[in-house]
């Protein structure tokens, strides 16, 4: 897309896109997450698309929750049939934009929300600890980073 500059006229402001969370490091998961958004009815699903202990990014084609919204959730970690269940809140959308499968602030990833746990019990959080720490000590093993940047 081409834009050329108009006379008097500013470009609008970027949507703010929160920095991830400093020290936070996120594994991919692809798993199934049922979650419930304070104030409505029923269970909905989403997919993980990153997962870390400080929350996870949580992929919605339609009704993306608001910023701040408290958000009941419970996920499961790959190849372990314990849920895990949380508290947490919406810290930043990412609608869906006119390419498909891209979000409109954050292309590189699909629509959804990010979601920061505000409450968790501490063994499920440990287990969660416990499977970022064994994807990285794999990946070390092979001699590779493949952290985010």
Known sequence: MYCFA????KPPPKPPVPPPLKG??????GELCEFEVAGTDGTREGIIWNLSVAGLYLVL???????????RVCLWLPGDP???????????????SPFRGCGANAPRFPPGCGLKFVDIPAPDLARIQSRVESVYASRADTGRDDRPR
Request: glycine content about 2%; hydrophobic content about 40%; charged content about 30%.
């Open 82 to 96: 314990r849920p895990v269940r949380a508290e947490a809140r919406v810290v930043w959308r990412n609608p869906p």
């Open 6 to 9: 108009v006379p008097g006229r």
């Open 24 to 29: 936070a490091d996120r594994i991919a998961c």
């Open 61 to 71: 084609q339609t009704d993306i929750p608001e910023v701040d919204a408290p958000v």
